[in-house]
């Protein structure tokens, strides 16, 4: 009776990921839905070191559904298409992106990295995707706020 109780418990309780940059748990959220880039940041060892802002018309969105992702970016002073498609999971505060297709710049980075991983820090209405290097230095991140 004990075990039932706290595997109910356990299917009832809050879920959590581990917030890296502050050390604090924090509560999930559901990254299905439709996502616009709000800016992006670059790091200098694992500090905010610039932002980068969306001028000129330049537009990126991403979209996710049932373990599906699709992503697509606009920039005027970029004559290539950019667009992916893929899968994608979360495990823990890692998102993993895999791309079963995209655009031919795209398809170039495709060759040398089967497997996109960030770290993820979100809430209700915003997730962060932070590339971090091989010695678990933030390299950059796409900061996006929820549309739908």
């Known amino acids: 009776m004990k075990l039932f109780f706290l595997i109910i418990l356990g299917l009832f309780s809050t879920n959590t990921i581990h917030n890296n940059t502050s050390n604090k748990l924090i509560e999930t959220y559901n990254l299905e839905g ?4 709000k800016h992006q940041f670059l ?4 500090e905010i070191s610039d932002t980068i802002t969306n001028i000129n018309g330049y537009r990126q969105v ?3 559904s049932k373990g599906k992702v699709m992503w697509t970016r606009f920039d005027p002073s ?3 298409e950019w ?3 893929g899968t994608y999971t979360i495990k823990g505060n890692i998102l993993e ?10 398809m170039k980075i495709v060759d040398t990295t089967q497997v996109f991983k960030f770290e993820l820090v ?3 209405k915003s997730y962060q995707q ?3 290097d091989e010695n678990g230095h933030y390299l950059q991140s796409e900061n996006y706020i929820k549309v739908e």
């Open 97 to 106: 992106e895999r791309l079963e297709y995209a655009s031919g710049p795209m």
């Open 78 to 80: 970029d004559s290539n």
């Open 122 to 124: 979100m809430d209700k």
């Open 83 to 85: 667009f992916g498609y």
């Open 43 to 46: 790091y200098d060892q694992n």
């Open 34 to 37: 439709v996502w616009d880039l």
């Open 130 to 132: 932070i590339a971090i």
């Open 62 to 64: 991403k979209m996710y």
